[in-house]
């Protein structure tokens, strides 16, 4: 909610050096309100490309409207953060400007093969070498649900013993409910439980067009799962596909479906390329990000 005049009274009494505004919504533009008012050096960070949304909620002619308000947002900061170097573009294309990379990390730790869970795939319904397909993403129109759903049954069809997990929760829940009955739908999952799923599927299929990163990528590749996913965000920067994982361009859910069901089908490719996923995620931990996140707050004290 706005809270400009309590932001002010605090900021006042305590002094911040920076203040760094991570939501666009009336809070963060309360922040940005208040900061202005004291002098106080702002940045920003870009997560969600809102603009993007409308379409897949049948307000395509928000778009530009959105995207005129997060231009206007983002540029009263001094410097803006996005996770890739291909979305800095995007923004600088569309006006935004200070833009800076804001990279994302993995935490190995927590996401690794180590927490396989041979009980909770019992729960699923899925013995040892039976195939466990999961998707972990907000349960949202714009994550393409029905590209997702129509991979799975395809794979249902060819491979009865599989099994299918749904990891999140979301507006879309009842409604996934009602199309994929015979899935498992686990709700919010805390992120042991989650980095638990993850360790105990087999593949990962990850259809979304509007990410500005997709942190459930890497969290699933630092799990050994080999992850489908579209050519662009983390995938782009992480997967070599054919290596460690598999990528289709943007424009082709066919091909889409088509790796999905390849990979369903063989059990030693999806081996080889989780091995070289986890091997991956192991080279982009979160330290280096966060010491690069602190150097850029420090900057702007010399703006």
């Given amino acids: 909610m706005p809270a400009f005049g309590r932001l002010r009274r605090q900021w006042s ?3 911040p050096d920076v203040v760094h505004v991570a939501t666009e919504g009336p809070l963060g533009w309360s922040a940005l309100r208040a900061a202005g008012a004291l002098g106080i050096p702002v940045s920003s960070s870009f997560h969600t490309n809102f603009h993007h949304y409308s379409r897949h909620y049948g307000a395509a002619w928000l778009t530009r409207p959105a995207l005129a308000y997060l231009r206007w947002f983002h540029n009263r900061a001094r410097i803006t953060l996005s996770p890739t170097a291909e979305l800095n573009t995007e923004l600088a294309r569309d006006g935004f400007r200070g833009l800076r990379l804001l990279a994302r990390g993995v935490n190995t730790k927590r996401f690794s093969p180590r927490a396989r869970d041979e009980s ?14 999961i998707h972990v993403s907000r349960l949202a129109k714009e994550k393409n649900y029905p590209l997702v759903l129509r991979c799975w049954e395809a794979i249902r069809a060819r491979h009865p013993r599989a099994r299918f ?3 999140s929760d979301g507006p879309m829940r009842k409604k996934l409910r009602r199309l994929a009955p015979w899935a498992q739908h686990t709700g919010f999952l805390s992120s042991d439980e989650l980095a638990r799923h993850y360790a105990s599927a087999d593949l990962f299929l990850f259809a979304s067009l509007t990410e500005t990163f997709g942190n ?3 969290e699933g590749m630092a799990s050994g799962l080999p992850v489908l996913a579209y050519d662009y965000a983390a995938p782009a920067r992480f997967i070599r596909s054919g290596e460690n994982g598999v990528t289709v361009p943007f424009d082709r859910p066919d091909l889409f479906f088509e790796a999905a069901l390849v990979l369903a089908a063989d059990a030693p490719l999806r081996l080889r390329l989780g091995e070289a996923a986890q091997s991956t995620a192991q080279t982009i931990p979160w330290e280096p990000v966060v010491a690069g996140f602190e150097a850029d707050l420090r900057s702007l004290l010399a703006l």
């Fill in 13 to 15: 009494a305590e002094r």
């Fill in 120 to 133: 909770l795939r019992r729960s699923w319904g899925a013995e040892r070498d039976d195939l466990a397909v």
């Fill in 165 to 167: 997990v749904l990891a």
């Fill in 216 to 218: 459930v990528v890497t």
